[in-house]
C-alpha cells in the first residue's frame, strides 16, 4: 500500500530537515521557562489539537526545584534518586509477577506481566515500552526500580500490565520494532485472558524509542491494510518523523532514500487508534520537534490528538515518576485508558 500523506510531509520538510541523528535518549538544550508554552505552528488550521499542560503542583515542591536545576542533562542517576525512596521493599507483594515470559524467538523477545491479586476479570492490557536509543534500555532492573515502577502502577491500577523487552539496534534494525511489538500483540490476542486480561482493548504506552517503536507499529498496519488491533496508543517523548537528514541512524539507517518507506507521521494522520501524545519542559529538543511536527500533521489532516505537556519534567524524570505521589503523567495517561477502553 502506498504511503499517503505526501502533502504533509512537504509543509513539514523545512522543521523536519533540521532534525539529525543523536547518540541518547537526552540531547543537550536551553530550558524554556515555565511560563512559556510549547512553539506550534505560525500558521494552526481551522482544526486544531489544543496542547494541554500537566498540574505542576503534582511534583512534590524539593523535587520540582531539582529538575528545574538539573534541567536538560542527562543525569539519569540524579533523577532516578529523586524517585527511587517511594519504591522500596518488595513493590509486587500484593501482586501476582510473572518474569520474563517469551512472546517471540529472539533473546530479547521477553515480557513480564503483573496483575493486582484481587483483579477483576476481563480488565484492559496496557504493554509499557521502555526507551533507550534504539540499542539499549530494559523492561527492569537489578539495582532501580525502574521499570517495574511502570509494571506496578498499571497493575495498581487494576490493569494487566505487560512490559517488554525488544530487540536491539545495530543488530536489529527496522523493522525489528514493528516485528517484535505485533509479536507481543499476537500472544496478547491468544493468551492474555488467562490473566485476566481482555484482548479486544489493549494499550500501547511508548516511553521515547518504545513511543517510536509503537508509532511504526501503527503506521505498518495502516501502509498494510490490516485491522487495527489496539484500543489506544500513549507517546511519551518519541520520535515520529524522518525527513532528508538521518535520524537515528542506528536504526533506520544512514540512507535517506529509504526513509519514506520506513516514516511513520503520514500513516498515523489517517490511523483510527486514538493517541495521547506527551513531551516534557525538559526535553531535548529533538523530542518537542517531533511533538510538533506530529501535532501540526495532525492538524492538517484534521485528525484528533490529545496531548500533554509536561511542566517542570524531564525527559527521564516523567515516567520514573510513575507509582509515585507525582501523578502529572499518569493521571491523564490513567483517564485516557479507562476512556478509550470504556470504563469511563
Not at 509486587?92 to 533473546?107: D, I, K, Q, V
Not at 534504539?134 to 497493575?155: H, L
Not at 519514506?260 to 498515523?268: D, I, V
Not at 519542559?281 to 511533538?291: A, M, T
Amino acid at each position: 500500500m502506498k504511503i499517503q500523506g505526501t502533502f504533509i510531509m512537504t509543509a513539514l520538510s523545512v522543521v523536519i530537515a533540521a532534525l539529525t541523528s543523536c547518540s541518547g535518549e537526552t540531547q543537550q538544550t536551553t530550558t524554556p521557562t515555565i511560563d512559556s508554552p510549547p512553539i506550534v505552528a505560525t500558521s494552526i488550521p481551522v482544526f486544531s489539537n489544543s496542547v494541554v499542560n500537566s498540574n505542576l503542583a503534582a511534583i512534590p515542591a524539593e523535587i520540582a526545584t531539582k529538575l528545574r536545576e538539573i534541567g536538560t542533562q542527562n543525569d539519569t542517576p540524579t533523577v532516578a534518586a529523586l524517585y527511587s525512596p517511594d519504591f522500596t521493599g518488595d513493590i509486587f507483594a500484593n501482586m501476582n509477577l510473572n518474569r520474563n515470559m517469551s512472546y517471540g524467538p529472539a533473546e530479547r523477545n521477553v515480557m513480564d506481566i503483573a496483575t493486582a491479586k484481587d483483579m477483576p476479570a476481563n480488565r484492559p492490557v496496557v504493554i509499557f515500552v521502555h526507551g533507550g536509543g534504539f540499542g539499549g534500555g530494559n523492561k527492569s532492573s537489578e539495582t532501580s526500580p525502574f521499570y517495574d515502577n511502570m509494571t506496578y502502577w498499571i497493575a495498581a491500577q487494576n490493569l494487566v500490565a505487560v512490559n517488554i523487552n525488544y530487540r536491539y539496534a545495530p543488530a536489529s534494525p527496522w523493522p525489528a520494532g514493528i516485528e517484535d511489538l505485533s509479536a507481543v500483540v499476537s500472544w496478547i490476542k491468544e493468551n492474555i485472558a488467562g490473566y485476566g486480561g481482555d484482548p479486544n482493548r489493549i494499550f500501547f504506552w511508548g516511553k521515547s524509542t518504545g513511543a517510536s517503536h509503537v508509532a511504526d507499529y501503527m503506521a505498518d498496519r495502516v501502509k498494510k491494510g490490516l485491522p487495527e488491533e489496539i484500543t489506544g496508543a500513549i507517546f511519551t517523548s518519541g520520535s515520529y518523523a524522518l525527513g532528508d537528514a538521518p535520524l537515528w541512524a542506528n536504526y533506520y539507517g544512514e540512507d535517506v532514500s529509504l526513509y519514506p518507506e520506513r516514516n511513520a507521521l503520514p500513516s498515523l494522520t489517517i490511523s483510527k487508534t486514538p493517541i495521547l501524545a506527551t513531551f516534557a519542559e525538559f526535553d531535548g529538543d529533538q523530542y518537542k520537534e517531533q511533538f510538533n511536527l506530529l501535532l501540526n500533521a495532525m492538524n492538517a489532516a484534521k485528525r484528533p490528538l490529545e496531548t500533554l505537556y509536561l511542566q517542570g519534567h524531564s525527559h527521564m524524570s516523567e515516567t520514573y515518576a510513575v507509582g509515585s505521589i507525582d501523578d502529572s503523567l499518569s493521571g491523564p495517561v490513567l483517564d485516557f485508558i479507562l476512556r478509550k477502553s470504556g470504563e469511563k
